[in-house]
Structure formats: structure tokens, C-alpha cells
């Protein structure tokens, strides 16, 4: 066994880890977390496949690369909007969402399934996603540094920094310079993807945390508001001693 072999290994675990953390941080159905589970079940298989793992054919494992490169912009994209700074930033990101699918289906009924439609379709989605996660990680760190919160979002938008930056590099390596160097590039993929789902994961936690005093802090203000609604009291004009003092007086 040697040091590739031992990092295939490693991000074969490490992609399926974004998903167990998730889930056991009861996360699976919250907000746009569902996008990050979907967007890692493929990689896992994936990673599966290519290492040997689960024994398919060659176009299998070209079928499950290509559902990859095609979900990869789309769906990590719906997970951003977990971290946009405003309800139209978030609205607007969707519809993006939406408009790159369309470019996506275009692509494929114009061109088939093949090298250079991967080559297109991949180029934009990686650039904008990289570039979003760039602005939404200045704006949470931002955050941090003044006000000591979102380092939760902090930690995985670092690790979705790191790991789309790399994806960047091994792009214009595979698909545009066309290197033929498969092992060191497969080297670089499984570094890159143990080391980012290890921050995701992590920052998954805190956020956990976070959330979880979000929803104390609700709660204590909710009984709080029904505390305050027992203990008001409707004061009727005619029993105030005031104007009660000559009441016998007339009977």
C-alpha cells in the first residue's frame, strides 16, 4: 500500500463524512443542507468506483463522473444560499441556479455527452461558484472579527474555499491543459477533498451550536410572551377605589 493508495482511502471516507455529520447533526432537512447531502452521495459513489471498491463497468463509472460534473455547479450553488447575506441575494442566487440548469440541458441536446461539453459546461460553474464563495466568506469573516459569531459558516466556507480552488487548478489541468498525468492528478483531488470536508464537516458542528442557541433563545422569548399574557390584568373604571367611595351612598 502506498501514499496514493492511503489517500484514496482517506477521501473515499472523507466524502462520505459531510453526509454523516449532517445527518447526525439533524441537519438533513434544514434549509439548504438537503443540497449539500445530495451534492456528496455522488462524489462518495464515485470515489467508490474509481477506487475499486464497488465493481462496475468503465461506463458506469463515466456515467456516475459525468452526473458529477453536471450536479457539481447546480447544487453547490442551492447550498450557498444557506450563507446569503439577504432574502433577495438568496432569491436571486435561485433563479442563477435555475438559468445554469437550462444552460446545462442546452449543452448536453446541442453537443451529446461528451469531453468538450464537460469542458464548457464545468469552466463557468466552477468560476462562479468559486467567486461566490469568496465574497460570502469575506462577508462572514467579516462577521467574526467584529462580533465573534458565524465561525461555524467561516469553517465551511474555508473549506469550500479551499476545495473549489483546487478543483480550479485540476480543471485547467484535466481540461484545458489535457495533462496526462493521471496519479498526481488523482493525488491532488483526494488531498484536496479530505482536507475540505474535514473543515466542512467541523464548521457543520459549530453551526449546530449555533443554531441550537437560536432556537433556546426563541423558545425562552416564547414563554416568555405567555408568562406576560397570565399576568396582565384588565382593571375595570367602575371597581377603582377612586370612584367607588360613595357607591353605598346612592343604593
Known sequence: MNIFTIFAFIATVASFLPIAVVLYQRLGTYKSFPALIAYFIPVFIYNLM????VHVSKDVIAATGLTNNLLNAPLMLLFLSYFSTSNLFAKR????????????????????????????ILGPGLFVV??????LFYKHSKVVVRNKKALGKCYMLGGLLFGFGLYLILYL??????????????????????????????????????IDKLLEAKQVRKELNEINKHEKRVIRVSNTPLLDFDRELWN
Open 173 to 210: 489541468l484535466v481540461y484545458v491543459s489535457k495533462s496526462q498525468e493521471v496519479t498526481y492528478t488523482m493525488f491532488l483531488y483526494n488531498l484536496n477533498l479530505s482536507i475540505s470536508t474535514i473543515a466542512l464537516c467541523l464548521g457543520v458542528v459549530y453551526e449546530r451550536r449555533r
Open 93 to 120: 442566487l435561485k433563479w442563477f441556479t435555475i438559468l445554469y440548469i437550462l444552460f446545462e440541458v442546452i449543452m448536453v441536446v446541442l453537443n451529446g455527452f461528451n469531453f468538450s461539453t464537460r469542458t464548457i
Open 130 to 135: 468559486f467567486g461566490l464563495i469568496v465574497y
Open 50 to 53: 474509481i477506487d475499486g471498491y
